[in-house]
């Protein structure tokens, strides 16, 4: 008999994050292709940084992370009319989820996010006891948490298991 625990709310899949080798190529053509003009794809720097102080905070065991060190990422959004959206993602140098995806695969999607509501912090500590660590925790400031579990090897790709409900 399996293990009881909360399922993943399907309804609350918010996002695919895709690693590709330049974002600003992969915006162009993705605006292309989708008629989404470049300038609505929100493309920025994001990442965390030395000032996202929350102890929480970590990536695979490094619990100091966010602490001393930081890294960073280019994003873009492409937006799709059902509410879901694609983020293209070109890591940076230095590590972090992005740029380790990168050296093992190359490009490719890096995670599934979905928001799972008041189950998220027991979906969270599922995965994890059955084996799915975590790859990265963050918390950001007045933003949400996101966490993401390394179920690559068994479900093809990392899953996000985000707080709150699907914003639509």
Known sequence: MSEKHPLIDLAGMIHLAIVVNDVQTAVAE???????PVEKMNMRLKGITKEDKDPRNH????YDYGMHEGYGFWEADVDFPNGLRIELIQPEPEKGPFKEYYEKHGTGIHHIAFRCGNDSDALNDALEAAGYPYIVDTYHLNIDRWPVHDTEEIMGTNLCIKPGKKEV
């Open 30 to 36: 993705w605006s292309k292709w989708t008629g989404i």
């Open 59 to 62: 990536y695979r065991k490094d």
